[in-house]
C-alpha cells in the first residue's frame, strides 16, 4: 500500500487530519418531502432527521465565539442557548456569513431517544400487528446492506425458504410503489432504458438456465441410467433471436414471472401485492400450473424499504426484554412509563386521529381499541375513555405546558421516508403510578390516606387516576423483607 | 486533615522510596504512621506530640503549631508531588495574551489550530492568491500552512529588523475585536496602534490633519533630550511611520494608498479575496478569526520586543543602529553656528564696552524669530564647549501618536505628548 | 361528564350493597334525586367496598344487559336520561361544555401545523413564531407538474385541473403562486386558454360544476383577498 499512499508535504497531512477536513458532507434531505410542493411550510421547522454534523466547543472558547470555523460566530445567540450545539451549513458564504443554527433539536432528540432504552425491530405486517413477533433489526438474518454474489446466484435457481435476498433492506433499485409518476417517468428513461441489451442478455441467460433444466428433466424420465453431468449446458450464446422472441413473448403473457425478473433484474425493492392483481389468490388466471416465487416476504414491501440502516444509528439494543428495578417495589414487570405530550388534541378545527409526541417523535395513538380510542364501550359503569386521558379529546387550556399522558412503548422502526415510528400500547396505570412516584408527581401514601380518611369513598377517580391498590401486581415493602405490615412503617 | 489521611494512605511508600531518610522527613514518617501513637491518646495529635518529644525542656505553654503544620504540608506537598494524576496544560483562549508566542513557536500546528487556513468562499477569491491556495473544502478555499508560516516569517523578520533600527511601526487593525490585539503587539514592538477609522490624509496631508502634533526627542537610550529641540519642534512636520502592520487590509486601503505613496513598507494579512499587491509583505491567512490576528499579532509583536531589545543592548554597548534624520542634523547645525556667532558678539560686545562700539553686521545675521530664545543654555551645547551633537547623536524617534484619547500611558515609554485634540 | 348507570336497570339488576352504594354516590355528586335517597341512607352503613368488587362493576352490568327486555328498558332509560339532562341544572353544564370547547377550538385555530406520525418535534416548533409560519400562505416550492408526471395539454378538459390554475375571476394564477417552472408555466397557461377558448370553462369565474360542490366554502363578496387570492 505504500505505493498507492502519496507522499504529501507537512501541512497537507496535518490538513488531512483536521477537524474541518473530517466534517462529512451533508446527506440528502428526506425523500419524497412533499412540503415543498405544498402552501403551508415552514422552513425552520425542525427536519425529519438531521443532515449535518452538530459541532460543539468548549464553554471558554464559546464565549469568544471560537467555534473553529473560519470567524467567530455571533456571541449574542450563540452563548445564550442552554447547549453549545450548533449546525453549519455554510462555513463561508458568498455574503461574508458562516451559515448555522443550533442543533440541540436534533442532538437533544437523540440523548432523549437514548434514555428510552428503545431497539428497533423489523416492520410487522397489519395483520399480525395484535400479537406482534419483534425481530431486531440486528439480527444476522436481516442485517445485510448487499447481496453477496452467492446470494445472488442462489436468487437465480428456484427460490429456497431461506433465502435471505428478501429479508435486506437496502436494494440498488427503487421502490416503485413510492414513487410518484414523475418520479417513475425519470427512472424509466434514465436509468432504465439505456440497459436494453443488458436486459436481453440476461434473458438469454434465464433460457439457457431453463432450457438446461428442461432437458434434464426430460433426460432423467426418459432413462434413468444417463448421469446429468455428462449432458452440455446449454449457453446463453446458443440461444437464438427466435428462442428469445418466443420466450419473450410467453413472458409478456406472465405479467409475474416478468415482474420477477425486472425485479431480480433491476434489483428493485420488494412491492406489497396484497391489493393488486397479483395477489395470491388471482394468480392462477394467469399460469394455473406455474409456482410462483413471491416476495411477500419481504417486511419492507408494504411501507418501502428505509433509507438508511433501520436502526437510523439512533439506538443499537437488539431486545427490550430486560426488567427495570425499582428500589421500592423491586423488579417490574412492565418498563417505566414515558411522559408524553398531546400534541394535537382529537376535536380540534380538523378532527383527525390525536398525535402524542413521544421525547420529540410524533407517534400516532395505537392502532386497536385501547384507553386512547374515542369509543364509549357497552358497559356503562366504566370509566368512559372520552374522560380517561384529560386533553386528549379537547385541547385543554388550564393544563400548564400541555396536556401530558404516561405512554408505553412497544417498539420503534424507520420507515421509508426516514421517519421513527413508535408504535405506543396501551396505558398501563400502575406502571404509570409507580412513575409518577418515582418523579414525585404523585404521592401513594398521601393518597392511600386520603383515601381511607374519608368516609364515602368515591367512584371514580378523578382525572383518569387508578386509586391505590396495595394488592396488585407490584411489589410492596413486607414482600422485600423491608419489614412493617402497612406503609406507615417507612 | 485530608492531605494527612491521603499521606496515611499513600506517604508511606512514597517516603520508603527515598533512600536516605533526612531528619524532617523521619521526623514526618512517624507522624504519619498510625503505630508509633500506640494507644490513642484523647489529644493525640502527632504533631503535637512531636513537638513535645523534640522539646521536652522547652518551657513555652503554646508551641507553633501553624509554622510546624506548615512545614509539615510543605513537606508532604513535596515528597507526594509526583504521586497521582498529571494535570496538563489545556488550552485557553487567553494563552495568546497571557503567554504570547513569539517568531520561534510559529508551526503548521499552531497556524492550523487557530484557523489560519480557511480562506474565503471560493467564488469570491481573487486569483492573485492562486500561489498560496492548497485546495478547495467545504466550499472554501483553503490557505497553504507552508506558505503561511513562510510569510509570517520573512514578515516577522522584517519588524524585527525595523524595530533594532529605531523605525516606527505602527500597528491597524480596525475591526471590531481587533483592540486588544493591536495593542498587545504595539507594548510589545514599543510602537503605535490603531483601533478605530483611519483619518483619511493622515500621511499625505498630515499638515491639516495633524498640525501641531506633540512629538518628542529621545537619545539612543531612549531617554528625553531635553527642551533643547523644543524650537526644531514647533517648525517640525507630523511624522511617517517607518513600517505599517495592518490586520485587515480590506477595509483600509485607503491607509495602504498612503502607505505606499509615501514609501512606507506595509505588512499585511493576505486572506484569499483580497488583492495581495497592496501590501510590501502579504502574510496569507485567515483575516477573519480572531484567534489567528491575535497569534499573528503577537508572533510580530514578539519580533518587534526582540529587535527593541537588540537595539537597546547595542546602544549600551555604544553602538547606535540609527542615524539622525538629516533635519535635525541641518537644525543642529544651524544651532552651533549661532552658538558661535553669539559667544563672538558678546566678545565683541564686551570689547566694545571696554575699548569701542562692536559691528553691526553680526547682529543682522541673527534670525529675527529666535531672538527672544536663548540658545546657549541648551545642554548639548553646554555640556563643554566642544560640539558633542555627534557624541550624542540626539534621537529624533518622534512618536506619532493617531489615536491619543484610547491609548493607555504603558502602550509606549516614549508617549509623553499632550492629547491633540480636546476630547 | 361523568358515566351513567341507567336507572331502571339498576334495580332490576342482582346488584351488591356496594354496587348501590356507588350509584347513590354518584347522583349525590350531579343533583339530589328522590328515589335513591333511602338506597343511599341503608348503604351507608356497609363496610367500604374492596377494590376488586368495583372493578367487577363492568362485568355486572354487562350480565344484566343481556335480556331482550331489559334492552328495550335501557333504550327507554337512555331517553329518560337525556331529558334528565333537559333540567336547569344540566342545561347550564351544557352550555358550559360548548363553551369549553369553542375555547378549544379557538386555541386549537392557533396551532395550524398538522404533525404526521414520524415528524420530530423541538421546543422550537411549538412555539407561537412557528405557528405562524405555518399559519401563512407561502409560494409552492416544488414543480407539481415535474413531481406528478402530468402532461398538462392533454388535461384541458378536466376543469378541476383549469381550476386550480385560475383566479376566482378567471385569470391565470402567476408563478409565484403555482411554483412551477417556465416551461411548464407556459403549458399551464396554455391549458387554459386552451380551455376558455372551447368554451369547456368560464373565463369570469370558476367552473359551475365546482361552485355547487363547494357551496358552503364560497366566500363573502366582500371579504378581503390575500396575497396568494387567499381570502383572509
Not at chain 1, 403551508?40 to 443532515?51: D, G
Not at chain 1, 435476498?165 to 434514465?190: C, H, N, Q, V
Not at chain 2, 517648525?235 to 485607503?254: I, K, S, Y
Request: some cysteine; proline content about 8%; glycine content about 6%.
Amino acid at each position: 500500500m505504500a505505493s498507492t499512499q502519496r507522499a504529501v508535504s507537512p501541512g497537507a497531512a496535518l490538513l488531512r487530519s483536521s477537524r474541518l477536513f473530517s466534517m462529512p458532507s451533508p446527506i440528502a434531505p428526506p425523500p419524497g418531502y412533499m412540503s415543498q410542493a405544498t402552501k403551508h411550510k415552514s422552513e425552520t421547522a425542525t427536519a425529519a432527521f438531521p443532515t449535518h454534523l452538530t459541532v460543539t466547543t468548549p464553554s471558554a472558547s464559546r464565549m469568544v465565539g471560537d467555534w473553529g470555523f473560519k470567524r467567530p460566530l455571533p456571541l449574542k445567540t450563540t452563548t445564550k442557548s442552554t447547549f453549545p450545539l450548533v449546525r453549519v451549513k455554510k462555513v463561508d458564504s458568498i455574503e461574508h456569513v458562516t451559515d448555522f443554527q443550533s442543533a440541540s433539536d436534533h442532538t437533544i432528540t437523540l440523548e432523549k431517544f437514548r434514555e428510552m432504552n428503545m431497539s428497533f425491530s423489523v416492520p410487522v405486517p397489519k395483520e399480525m400487528m395484535l400479537n406482534p413477533t419483534l425481530i431486531s433489526v440486528f439480527e444476522d438474518g436481516r442485517d445485510f446492506t448487499t447481496p453477496a454474489p452467492s446470494n445472488l446466484k442462489g436468487a437465480m435457481g428456484p427460490r429456497s425458504d431461506g433465502d435471505p435476498l428478501k429479508l435486506r433492506w437496502k436494494f440498488r433499485g427503487p421502490w416503485l410503489a413510492g414513487m410518484t409518476d414523475g418520479e417513475f417517468d425519470r427512472y424509466i428513461s434514465k436509468s432504465v432504458r439505456a440497459r436494453r441489451s443488458e436486459f436481453r442478455q440476461f434473458l438469454r441467460e434465464r433460457l439457457a438456465a431453463q432450457k438446461t433444466a428442461d432437458r434434464n428433466s426430460s433426460i432423467a424420465e426418459q432413462d434413468l441410467n444417463t448421469p446429468q453431468t455428462a449432458i452440455p449446458a446449454v449457453k446463453a450464446e446458443e440461444i437464438t433471436e427466435e428462442d428469445l422472441l418466443e420466450y419473450t413473448r410467453g413472458l409478456r403473457g406472465d405479467r409475474h414471472e416478468l415482474f420477477n425478473l425486472v425485479s431480480k433484474f433491476l434489483d428493485l425493492a420488494p412491492v406489497s401485492n396484497a391489493d393488486s392483481a397479483l395477489a395470491p389468490g388471482m394468480l392462477g388466471h394467469y399460469m394455473p400450473d406455474k409456482k410462483y416465487d413471491l416476495y411477500r416476504d419481504s417486511p419492507y414491501a408494504a411501507d418501502g424499504p428505509p433509507i438508511t440502516h433501520p436502526s437510523a444509528g439512533l439506538s443499537y439494543l437488539r431486545t427490550q426484554n430486560f426488567m427495570e428495578n425499582h428500589p421500592l417495589y423491586g423488579p417490574q414487570q412492565k418498563h417505566a412509563s414515558i411522559k408524553a405530550r398531546i400534541v394535537t388534541p382529537r376535536f380540534g378545527v380538523t378532527n383527525q386521529n390525536p398525535k402524542i409526541g413521544v421525547n420529540g417523535f410524533i407517534a400516532n395513538i395505537p392502532a386497536v381499541e385501547t384507553s386512547f380510542s374515542n369509543r364509549r364501550r357497552n358497559d356503562s359503569s366504566a370509566v368512559s375513555s372520552r374522560d380517561a386521558i384529560p386533553g386528549l379529546n379537547d385541547f385543554d387550556p388550564s393544563q400548564l405546558g400541555g396536556s401530558k399522558v404516561y405512554v408505553q412503548v412497544q417498539t420503534a422502526n424507520v420507515d421509508a421516508t426516514g421517519k421513527v415510528q413508535l408504535r405506543l400500547l396501551d396505558r398501563d396505570p400502575e406502571t404509570d403510578i409507580v412513575q409518577k412516584e418515582t418523579v414525585g408527581e404523585f404521592d401513594t401514601f398521601a393518597h392511600a390516606v386520603k383515601e381511607a380518611s374519608q368516609p364515602t369513598p368515591k367512584f371514580q377517580v378523578p382525572s383518569g387516576e387508578r386509586k391505590y391498590m396495595p394488592n396488585r401486581k407490584f411489589g410492596s415493602a413486607p414482600n422485600y423483607g423491608l419489614g412493617g405490615s402497612s406503609l406507615r412503617d417507612f | 486533615m485530608i492531605i494527612r489521611e491521603f499521606g496515611v494512605r499513600h506517604g508511606r511508600k512514597v517516603l520508603a522510596a527515598a533512600a536516605p531518610l533526612r531528619r524532617g522527613q523521619q521526623q514526618c514518617l512517624r507522624a504519619l504512621s498510625t503505630e508509633t501513637s500506640g494507644t490513642p491518646v484523647a489529644t493525640a495529635d502527632p504533631a503535637v506530640e512531636a513537638a513535645l518529644q523534640t522539646n521536652p525542656e522547652n518551657p513555652s505553654p503554646v508551641p507553633s503549631l501553624f509554622a510546624r503544620d506548615w512545614e509539615t504540608a510543605q513537606q508532604l506537598r513535596r515528597n507526594l508531588m509526583p504521586v497521582g494524576t498529571k494535570v496538563e496544560h489545556r488550552y485557553s483562549p487567553n494563552d495568546v495574551f497571557r503567554n504570547p508566542p513569539g517568531p520561534k513557536d510559529v508551526t503548521l500546528e499552531l497556524l492550523m489550530a487557530s484557523q489560519a487556513h480557511m480562506g474565503h468562499h471560493a467564488s469570491v477569491w481573487n486569483p492573485a492568491n492562486a500561489r498560496y491556495i492548497f485546495g478547495i473544502r467545504e466550499g472554501i478555499h483553503i490557505i497553504s500552512l507552508e506558505q503561511t508560516a513562510a510569510h509570517l516569517r520573512r514578515a516577522a523578520r522584517v519588524v524585527e529588523e525595523v524595530a533594532y533600527h529605531g523605525g516606527l511601526i505602527l500597528f491597524v487593525g480596525t475591526r471590531p475585536g481587533q483592540t486588544q490585539i493591536v495593542t498587545q503587539a504595539a507594548r510589545l514592538a514599543k510602537a503605535c496602534h490603531l483601533f478605530t477609522k483611519w483619518t483619511p490624509g493622515t500621511i499625505t496631508n498630515s499638515d491639516k490633519i495633524l498640525p501641531g502634533i506633540p512629538v518628542e526627542i529621545v537619545d539612543e537610550l531612549d531617554r528625553p533630550v531635553g527642551p533643547a529641540f523644543n524650537q526644531h519642534l514647533m517648525d517640525r512636520r507630523a511624522l511617517v511611520p517607518d513600517l505599517v502592520v495592518c490586520l485587515n487590509p480590506l477595509e483600509n486601503f485607503t491607509m495602504l494608498r498612503e502607505c505606499s505613496q509615501a514609501n512606507v513598507p506595509t505588512i499585511g494579512i493576505i486572506d484569499t479575496n483580497t488583492e495581495p499587491t497592496w501590501v510590501t509583505y502579504a502574510i496569507p491567512a485567515n483575516d477573519d478569526s480572531l484567534r489567528c490576528l491575535a497569534v499573528i499579532g503577537s508572533v510580530l509583536g514578539r519580533a518587534g520586543e526582540q529587535g527593541q531589545k537588540r537595539r537597546m543592548e547595542d546602544a549600551k554597548n555604544g553602538k547606535v543602529t540609527w542615524e539622525t534624520p538629516s533635519e535635525i542634523k541641518q537644525f543642529m547645525e544651524i544651532q552651533q553656528k549661532r552658538a558661535r556667532w553669539s559667544k563672538r558678539a558678546a566678545e565683541e560686545e564686551a570689547a566694545a564696552t571696554s575699548g569701542g562700539g562692536g559691528p553691526n553686521g553680526q547682529s543682522s545675521t541673527t534670525p529675527p524669530k529666535s531672538s527672544d530664545r536663548s540658545y546657549g543654555r541648551t545642554p548639548s551645547t553646554n555640556r563643554d564647549g566642544t560640539p558633542i551633537f555627534h557624541a550624542d547623536e540626539a534621537l529624533a524617534e518622534l512618536q506619532m501618536e493617531v489615536d491619543l484619547v484610547n491609548a493607555e500611558e504603558d502602550v509606549s515609554p516614549q508617549l509623553r505628548n499632550t492629547p491633540r485634540r480636546g476630547d | 361528564m361523568p358515566p351513567r348507570i341507567p336507572f331502571l336497570s339498576a334495580f332490576k339488576q342482582p346488584a351488591t350493597s356496594s354496587f348501590f352504594r356507588s350509584q347513590a354516590c354518584q347522583f349525590s355528586q350531579q343533583a339530589p334525586l328522590q328515589a335513591s335517597t333511602s338506597h343511599s341512607r341503608s348503604a351507608a352503613m356497609s363496610p367500604p367496598p374492596p377494590a376488586s368488587s368495583m372493578l367487577n362493576l363492568d362485568s355486572s352490568s354487562k350480565r344484566g344487559g343481556q335480556d331482550a327486555t331489559e334492552g328495550v328498558s335501557s333504550i327507554f332509560d337512555d331517553f329518560r336520561s337525556k331529558r334528565r339532562t333537559q333540567t336547569p341544572d344540566g342545561e347550564r353544564k351544557v352550555v358550559g361544555e360548548l363553551r369549553g370547547k369553542n375555547i378549544s377550538e379557538d386555541y386549537m385555530r392557533q396551532m395550524p401545523r398538522r404533525w404526521r406520525e414520524g415528524d420530530l418535534y423541538a421546543p422550537h416548533d411549538l412555539s407561537e413564531v412557528e405557528a405562524a409560519k405555518w399559519r401563512k400562505m407561502t409560494s409552492v416550492q416544488r414543480d407539481l407538474v415535474d413531481l406528478l408526471g402530468l402532461r398538462p395539454l392533454d388535461m384541458y378538459a378536466n376543469f378541476s385541473v383549469v381550476s386550480e390554475y385560475m383566479t376566482p375571476h378567471g385569470r391565470i394564477r402567476k408563478r409565484m403562486q403555482t411554483g412551477l417552472t417556465p416551461k411548464n408555466q407556459r403549458k399551464i397557461a396554455k391549458m387554459v386558454r386552451r380551455s376558455v377558448a372551447l368554451g369547456i370553462h368560464p373565463s369570469v369565474h370558476r367552473h359551475p360544476e365546482l361552485l355547487m360542490r363547494s357551496g358552503h366554502m364560497t366566500p363573502q363578496q366582500t371579504q378581503a383577498v390575500g396575497k396568494f387570492g387567499n381570502f383572509i
